[in-house]
């Protein structure tokens, strides 16, 4: 599956606009060390979960009061491959990661969990890394640091593989998995 488009900085108005939004999912929120909250979730222009989907990246300097939409990230337009189910997390560095899922309709066939970060969460219009695939299925709540230093990830399968959940490891904090 192709990466996905990300899109900073949305304008109010077009295909990506807050009045078109017919549909809205799976919200998720992280604080960094300054402050700043990072909010995600995933929107389309229909009003079901379908091939229109697409991530959120929302962010407020204020604690919350006011809010600025700052990236979209968009597998493809008008589909057939969605994006869905996102996670802000911080990471213990103080990197904020933001995890989504992208397939092809609802079967979970072609699911993979995808990623994107920045060193400065703090910071309205962070540089942020490239997207990257990290792992098949789709991702049911965010990383865990168990006390090893190893973090975890969690992540179903469902009709991917054998009908199931996993959990994917990093020893190398996020480096691989």
Do not use: C
């Amino acid at each position: 599956m192709k990466s996905p488009e990300i899109i900073r900085l949305p304008k109010k108005t077009g295909y990506y606009s807050a009045k078109k939004r017919r549909f809205t999912g799976i919200p998720s929120l992280a604080i960094s060390d300054g402050g700043r909250i990072w909010a995600v979730w995933d929107a389309g222009i229909t009003p079901d979960e379908d091939r229109n989907n697409y991530v959120v990246v929302s962010s407020s300097a204020d604690g919350g009061h006011t809010w600025k939409e700052l990236l979209i990230i968009d597998p493809d337009g008008s589909g057939p491959v969605r994006a869905f189910d996102p996670q802000a997390w911080i990471d213990p560095q103080g990197k904020l990661w933001i995890f989504w899922a992208q397939t092809i309709g609802h079967e979970g066939t072609t699911a993979g969990v995808w990623s994107i970060t920045t060193d400065n969460p703090n910071i309205e219009n962070p540089k942020w890394s490239s997207p990257r695939r990290l792992t098949n299925g789709i991702m049911m709540g965010k990383p865990t640091v168990l006390s090893s230093g190893e973090w975890i990830l969690p992540a179903s399968t469902w009709k991917l593989t054998d009908n199931s959940a996993k959990v994917i490891a990093s020893e190398d904090k996020g480096l691989t998995w």
